[in-house]
């Protein structure tokens, strides 16, 4: 049997390994202080009550004979696809029921959407960027070609009349770096799009932190989109599923290339290799649809963005260059004193106390840039933006 | 762009929507016949009290700051991968916790492992089977050789000195023929495996309808196995997960092909392009690994395994042909009369108003046969059968 050669292609990572050795020998070494860290990735407010009794009400129905539910569709109940397709509308964008498909998260949709594109295709990365875009085409053999986002483009490249890929990422809010994509600017990528015969996987994970009305929260408010884009979603974020798995991917009816339809590519991929998502996680994500559900998850992203206000007030305060922290839960900003990524880690942690994330992290544009976010406690994230003033006068 | 052009090789499947619109122009002509579906692939009972009350108690642990749950391990909790442990152990087979990876099915697992196999393999799959093993390697561009399955080998085929293939499928108890392997059977493909440095990809989706300590219930029973073997299992049957949504797989570390370990491919599969299964579902399957969860998961199987037994003695005692039935929820038999799946099927469903799966649907090997499944109530199991005697008597 022969493997898979491109997984020696694949690079380590190290960094949240590292982040996790570095951590662990400080607090031996200084086992008075109190550590916090902005450097988490995860939400930590929990589920809001009317999600909470949506899955536990759909629990004890799963006991009973007339509301037990066996193998439901692939792509998810009409309850919930009816809820998400709602919900774009309310955002001017206007989908079909057949065109989301309810899946487990967009990490597995975007490992899995490759399954439907060959592997003879050139693919668009920025750099820096969420690393599973480019592990995953690794995987698969893909040509990657980078994207240089940096301080110059405020880390939101976008094409030139030379540029030719066949596959772009595009990951509005971004992570790492905060930085949203305006109108304007995605009618650009979708234009170049059309014209190339691309196709823009959009990653709107970080959708639901937008809160200017002016910016896009789908690639589909953008016309023509639906001839040349994929968006992936989650109720991650949204609604602090990191722990409860769904998401949802939409897939116009539109999108066809070489008379093959991808949305009914991706139906025959997800029918032949996935199962759907448990119908309890479904009637939870329904909850959190309702106006009600809306009004509760809405509590917890002010929460994050209160506190995104609090770091990004401070680094405007003190005329450091930054990125995010309004439409974003995080904030992404130039090292003090012209540091390296982990140089200002390791001076950031050793003076202060507080953990964050060494931009390289997410690729080489990110070298002397770093990251903190918005998930911690609002009294630790203030405690932690003290800190951080009296570092930078003591500097 | 360029789409994945392998997938214009998939045949689209009739197999399901047929048999609905033939039952659905049947009863729309005999509107006062009563309908008995013996064609049922799921699972029918209801979630059993353990499991249950173990969702429900962690879908408010969800909503509480405390007992709040975010990303997991990819693999699976600990707490879950000690309890698969220790139910293999029972049987024989001693695994380590690093080769148990948690997932949301057997499917979407035995789909996504060709991920770590070069397209560049043989794979050898049985006439009849599951159709997932067929389509997810015509997606990848593999080369499919078949391995006839059929009367004279009682549907369970074993290898000879000059069979040649990378990769072989082996679903044992055999969806759809019900036809389980024994030790030396096993044993004999393990050596082959080991042999040829072939990869087996065991599905044990039905090994809880092993009641008889002498069938192996894991290929991880076998000597050797954990050199050439990888094994799916699911809670789908074993504990009615159908629309719950955990299975599990097994990657042995020994398990190592030009100095890669696929224990380690697998991981980073997993890690990049999935998230793990919900917090609230691994609690729902800790329950039912519990004695107490075991002993109510029992109760269920029993119940389908009466119905099996009703049907399989019904072929005994009419002296149909007939495998699968006692360990398994499958029963596959010979048309009467020398009929071929589909004539059978209708004859079944117009002279009686029992519906079933015609045995070509699975492969072209089935032809002539024809599969019966347990999932029904006993009450019109019984029932069924009672008209199939008549039938055969005015035939």
Tied chains: 1, 2.
């Excluded at 917890?300 to 963005?305: A, E, G, L, R, S």
Aim: aromatic residues 12%; hydrophobic residues 40%; charged residues 20%.
């Amino acid at each position: 049997m022969k493997i898979n050669e491109n997984y020696k292609n694949l690079n380590e990572s190290y960094l949240f390994s590292t982040i996790s050795s570095k951590v662990m020998e400080f607090l031996a070494n200084n086992p008075d202080r109190e550590l916090i860290r902005l450097g988490i990735g995860d939400v930590t407010r929990p589920l809001t009550k009317s999600t909470v009794e949506a899955l536990a009400s759909a629990s004890c129905a799963m006991g009973t004979q007339e509301d037990f539910h066996g193998y439901g569709p692939e792509q998810g109940y009409s309850f919930l696809r009816e809820k998400i397709k709602e919900y774009y509308l309310k955002n001017g964008a206007n989908l079909r029921i057949d065109e989301i498909f309810v899946s487990d998260g967009a990490k597995s949709d975007l490992g899995n959407i490759l399954d439907i594109f060959s592997t003879d295709n050139l693919v668009l990365i920025p750099n820096p960027v969420y690393p599973v875009y480019v592990d995953t085409n690794i995987m698969a053999g893909r040509r990657i070609m980078f994207l240089d986002a940096n301080q110059q483009n405020n880390f939101l490249p976008l094409p030139d009349e030379n540029l030719k890929a066949d596959i772009v990422y595009l990951c509005s809010p971004n992570n790492p770096t905060g930085a949203a994509y305006s109108r304007d600017d995605l009618e650009k990528w979708v234009n170049w799009a059309i014209k190339n015969e691309a196709v823009i996987l959009f990653d709107a994970a970080y959708e639901c932190f937008i809160s200017d009305k002016n910016l896009p929260k789908s690639i589909f408010e953008i016309e023509g989109a639906k001839k040349c884009a994929i968006e992936f979603c989650s109720l991650s974020k949204m609604a602090g599923f990191t722990g409860t798995r769904l998401g949802y991917t939409v897939v116009p009816t539109a999108l066809s290339f070489d008379n093959m339809s991808l949305n009914k590519m991706w139906l025959r991929r997800q029918t032949t290799k996935f199962n759907g998502v448990p119908y309890i996680i479904q009637k939870g994500a329904e909850a959190v649809f309702t106006p009600q559900g809306q009004r509760e998850i809405l509590e917890n992203i002010n929460y994050y963005k209160i506190n995104a206000k609090v770091i990004a007030d401070t680094m405007a305060d003190n005329n450091i260059w930054h990125t995010g922290g309004i439409h974003s839960p995080y904030i992404w900003f130039k090292c003090p004193n012209g540091m390296q990524s982990w140089e200002f880690f390791d001076y950031m942690l050793n003076s202060i106390a507080v953990v964050g994330t060494p931009g390289i992290g997410f690729g080489s544009n990110g070298e002397g840039f770093f990251r903190l976010t918005a998930f911690g406690t609002y009294e630790k994230t203030v405690e932690a933006m003290k800190r951080f003033n009296g570092m930078l006068r003591n500097m």
